[in-house]
């Protein structure tokens, strides 16, 4: 491999250093649109290559790495692709089908025995190509990974706790979980983690040498973007976000300069130079429309020769003037990026930007097309920020829209108290909330921790720590006793409160002998239920026939909690009458909605 990687390395360092002369007639004032489009659009850096008949056209940087600093971006500058990655997945699957070790249309369970999906039949069907298609029939629950600290292996066991919102392969739906799911079979068949893989079967033979899967990777490079988000009108940098725990859903960092090498690899049917890295067959078939996705109202009214869009394996696909796009977005908190290319015309383009959520890589995608297809200019960027900032207009409306149906001049129904404790889902893990400075704050996994703010009634609204998280109303629900059973976290799960653990420390410590006077049979009269009562090692244990046993806790000299395997709720008491010095009943007390039984001794 090294052999082969080096010379073709040297083959491209002596092609960019040409590349400023490259830029000839049809991109004339290019530059001067793209600085322009990025001062609209609040863009701090953007790094831009376009290639064309193998050829690199296009390729330098615009602005700076970091908002409100100097240093500026290059070709070489490391951006997050975000879900641009995911052609990577898709690749890597590609290259395991070319060599017989899966199928495309072979169950995910052939190569992860233990996955499983909520519907038993989605979990028996669903194939390699489902999860590369986003047709699984799962909404996204993206926060079992965003901000978690859950391993890949324990989010993919987990989603078998996500219930499906359409019926499976009945419609699109962008599902980050499933492509891990795609990198996790891949890994598993080669026996290589999904990061290795990528590394030595594509970045290397692509000569990727920037390139990486990880935020632990660029701990001292020295030409990195910074993210940026723009948050109350105020543009700043935030924190680039660890997101390996998804990473063959986004979690590559790459450059101008190597991306260029990606969409060459695309454009020439998977050759390197002489090399076919993989077949151009395999590949093609990345590009096969498998899933229609809809198209919107604002998004036909910009671009009305757009009659559809679909999703093959990694790519969306879409006409255009005539022609096909095949591309991929990506976004991750403070960068998008967006790769493109238009096999027709052999043309292909990569727009990395450190700008949160911006649609500028897509007005530019396009007003680099329309210059191939030497068509009469459009203002894209123009048109699609107008589209933006209308949309973000009726955000803001239903935003006062929720503000006025809040109703002043409630409370809470209980003390604060009482709303604290752990809250638990399936899927999600655990939400704990706790009293502190006289207010709610709420945790959920690793990254998601705030002040609760009283809304109205029995509901919050909790403002996250990192403004990236924004803001979620938490509603708590009684049950019928009163107390809080479950809290709603609005459009993620109804989690339910644990009872509180058992407390194991005894309030009377009583001897040996007097622990004696207990121990017998016990039985309740009219179902015939029978307790034993023994004094086991110093302790009074408490067996019931089919359960575990337990050991009592002295709460006062007749009075015992029960405590037993890990993770046992309170509430469990078994209280003794006496008759001089001897127990004649005993009072089983249980938390409601059980029974207290009342147990006569044989």
Excluded at 47 to 63: E, Q, R, T, W
Excluded at 370 to 380: A, G, S
Excluded at 550 to 563: E, G, H, I, N, Q
């Amino acid at each position: 491999m090294r052999r082969l990687w080096l010379p073709f390395a040297l083959a491209l360092a002596t092609l960019r250093p040409s590349l400023g002369r490259a830029q000839a007639a049809p991109f004339q004032g290019l530059d001067a649109y793209v600085a322009k489009a990025m001062q609209d659009w609040k863009v701090p850096g953007l790094a831009m290559a376009i290639v064309h008949n193998d050829s690199i056209i296009v390729l330098k940087g615009f602005g700076t790495r970091t908002v409100g600093k100097t240093e500026p971006v290059n070709e070489h500058t490391l951006f997050a692709i975000g879900s641009s990655s995911k052609a990577f997945t898709a690749t890597l699957a590609a290259m395991m089908v070319d060599e017989g070790k899966m199928q495309w249309d072979a169950p995910v369970s052939r190569y992860l025995a233990s996955f499983q999906l909520f519907d038993p039949y989605a979990s028996r069907e669903i194939t390699l190509r489902d999860v590369l298609s986003h047709r699984s029939g799962l909404a996204r629950g993206d926060l079992m990974w965003y901000g978690s600290d859950l391993p890949r292996d324990e989010i993919v066991r987990r989603v078998r706790f996500l219930k499906p919102s359409w019926s499976f392969r009945a419609q699109f739906g962008y599902q980050n979980i499933m492509f891990l799911t795609a990198g996790q079979s891949v890994s598993q068949v080669a026996g290589r983690s999904w990061d290795d893989l990528v590394r030595e079967r594509i970045f290397q033979p692509l000569g990727m040498q920037e390139s990486n899967t990880s935020v632990r990777a660029l701990a001292g490079q020295p030409n990195v973007a910074t993210p940026t988000v723009e948050l109350n009108d105020t543009v700043r940098s935030v924190a680039w976000r660890n997101i390996d725990n998804i990473a063959p859903a986004g979690s590559i960092n790459s450059t101008a300069s190597d991306m260029a090498q990606w969409v060459r690899f695309h454009l020439n049917g998977g050759k390197v130079g002489s090399k076919q890295v993989l077949s151009k067959g395999a590949l093609d078939e990345e590009y096969v429309p498998n899933m229609v996705v809809p198209v919107s109202g604002p998004q036909r009214a910009i671009n009305p020769e757009s009659h559809f869009m679909e999703y093959g394996m990694g790519w969306f696909l879409q006409d255009f003037r005539g022609r096909e796009i095949i591309h991929h977005g990506g976004n991750i908190d403070g960068m998008t990026a967006l790769v493109a290319f238009m096999p027709e015309e052999k043309t292909g383009l990569i727009i990395l930007t450190n700008m949160n959520g911006t649609a500028l890589p897509t007005a530019l995608m396009y007003r680099v097309f329309d210059t191939y297809l030497k068509v009469p200019p459009r203002d894209w960027s123009a048109e699609i920020l107008k589209a933006s900032k209308a949309q973000l207009a009726q955000a803001r409306e239903a935003q006062k829209k929720q503000e006025a149906q809040r109703v002043s001049g409630t409370k809470p129904s209980l003390g604060l108290d009482e709303y604290a404790g752990t809250y638990s889902d399936s899927m999600y893990g655990d939400a704990k909330v706790r009293v502190e400075n006289g207010a709610l704050h709420a945790t959920l996994g690793a990254a998601f921790d705030g002040t609760l703010e009283h809304w109205h009634y029995d509901t919050f609204r909790a403002a996250w720590r990192d403004p990236m998280l924004g803001k979620t109303m938490l509603t708590f629900v009684l049950g019928a006793d009163g107390k809080v059973a479950q809290l709603k976290a609005e459009g993620l799960a109804d989690f339910v409160k644990r009872p509180p653990r058992v407390d194991t420390t005894a309030n009377v410590t009583l001897a040996a002998s007097d622990l004696q006077k207990f121990a017998g049979t016990y039985v309740h009269p009219q179902t015939k239920f029978s307790a034993d009562v023994q004094v086991v090692s110093g302790a009074l244990r408490l067996t019931i026939p089919g359960q575990p046993a337990y050991t009592l806790v002295a709460d006062s000299p007749t009075r015992f909690r029960l405590t037993g395997p890990p993770g046992m709720p309170a509430g469990f008491f078994l209280e003794f009458t006496m008759s001089g010095e001897r127990a004649t009943s005993a009072t089983l007390t249980q938390p409601a909605p059980r029974p207290t039984i009342v147990l006569e001794r044989k």
